[in-house]
């Protein structure tokens, strides 16, 4: 989080006048060129120790049942009412659940994935949210689960819960809590959201019949889109969000999963089979096209592997924490990508002068959530940053991109795992 202290020698009230070359907010924060998540539903994760290896291996650069961590930022999801063995919040240990709870704090279990394929009633969701408050827990980000009665999608995920007549109705309740952003459903098979319409990647010239129908029907959904239908209007946009209402009238911002698998988007959906998706051809056309996309996947499905993660998985994860140390990628976890992107396009952005100093000037409803937001200026050096009228202080002064240009950011800093 960046520190808002003041500036002294500048006067932020100073005249407005145009500057075109400060207007310009880089779309992905400095030096990065793409930002990706690994959003993964946590649907038949064996146990606690799965669960807790995966994020450590992840997330850290300790030893590990599957060797040295590859030190990314990635995410995880939680459920309540589940049948077992399957983890979950009800369905592990006390010592299970205040290890949810550090990672729920420390931001790396950033989704809630419904209530669980057994919560039918609104007591269910009272009794999970009564232990989350409880434990001065909140998430903002809600994921539909398979067929759970508590989904909110109406047109993919069958849901009932945002339906005020509906016995498992909570969506008042869960957006009060903090819920909002919202998953229901949507999946394409683009690489890169916030980027032009383009199906290149796709295609598998081993697996010409499968990959050109995956192809097909990714434009057929564009298609449907461009027609009026609701169900596809974010295909044909390719944006990874879109403000929406539930059907209780609540204000939310859905977002857009992407999972490139020639297959099409319900194959490869797993920790055994992403090393088809986190390939470099996938990565480096995701850099170019400087995409912003959330990964759909599920990393407790792990095969029965006693080492959880097989060798082409490890290695797929190495491969794209070589992309995230080579400042090409920026993983991080679904909650931040989602909150910049929100942040960065409800900015507004003008700049004045005073002196020989120019002073860039944020207007935003989410001060909170700028981490990484990055403004390309002429002269870094001579540049002052205020937000919502106060001086900030800490920020990066950078030198020019591949575009020739120089910019100042803030402060991107990686997730603290809990050890
Ligand atoms: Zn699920």
Redesign the pocket.
């Known amino acids: 989080m960046f520190a808002l202290n003041a500036v002294h020698g500048v006067n932020p009230d100073a005249k407005s006048r145009t500057v075109p070359e400060c207007l310009s907010i880089r779309k992905i924060p400095y030096p990065y060129r793409a930002m990706l998540a690994i959003c993964s539903?946590?649907?038949e994760t064996p146990d606690r120790q799965a669960y807790f290896e995966t994020a450590k291996f992840l997330n850290t650069c300790q030893m590990t049942a599957m060797g040295a961590g590859v030190g990314l930022e990635v995410g995880n999801s939680i459920?309540f009412d589940m049948p077992g063995p399957q983890f979950s919040y009800w369905n592990t240990d006390d010592h299970g659940r205040g290890m949810i709870a550090d990672c729920i704090h420390s931001g790396h279990i950033d989704c809630l994935?419904?209530y669980g394929d057994r919560a039918t009633q609104r007591s269910h969701v009272e009794r999970a949210l009564e232990a989350l408050t409880r434990n001065n827990c909140r998430l903002e980000v809600w994921?539909d689960?398979?067929t759970?009665p508590s989904n909110f999608g109406r047109d993919i995920m069958r849901g009932r819960g945002d339906l005020p007549s509906a016995e498992i109705y909570h969506s008042d309740l869960s957006c009060q809590w903090g819920i909002q952003f919202v998953w229901l459903g949507r999946v394409t098979s683009i690489i890169g959201q916030d980027s032009s319409w383009n199906l290149s990647g796709i295609w598998n010239p081993k697996e010409k019949i499968s990959s050109t129908a995956t192809g097909l029907k990714e434009a057929v959904k564009c298609l449907a889109g461009a027609l009026g239908r609701s169900k596809y209007a974010m295909h044909k946009a390719n944006e990874l969000i879109q403000e929406t209402t539930l059907r209780d009238g609540k204000a939310v911002v859905e977002f857009m999963r992407f999972n490139p698998n020639w297959k099409g988007v319900s194959w490869g959906a797993t920790a055994d089979e992403i090393a088809e998706v986190l390939r470099p051809a996938i990565l480096d056309r995701l850099v170019r096209r400087e995409g912003i996309s959330i990964l759909y996947t599920?990393l407790g499905k792990i095969g029965g592997s006693s080492k959880i993660f097989k060798a082409a998985t490890i290695k797929a994860f190495k491969t794209l924490a070589r992309y995230s140390r080579d400042q090409k990628i920026l993983v991080a976890a679904t909650q931040r990508i989602l909150k910049y992107r929100r942040a960065a396009g409800d900015l507004k952005v003008s700049c004045a002068s005073a002196g020989d100093r120019f002073l860039i000037r944020l207007d935003s409803r989410y001060p909170e959530d700028l981490d990484g937001i990055t403004v390309y200026t002429g002269q870094p050096e001579k540049s002052d940053l205020f937000i919502n009228g106060r001086a900030v202080r800490h920020f990066h002064r950078n030198p020019a991109d591949p575009t020739g240009r120089k910019s100042i950011s803030l402060p991107w800093k990686k997730l603290e795992y809990p050890v």
Do not use: P
Request: glycine share 0%; hydrophobic share 35%; no cysteine.
């Open positions: 539903d946590l649907d459920y994935h419904s994921i689960h398979a759970a599920h």
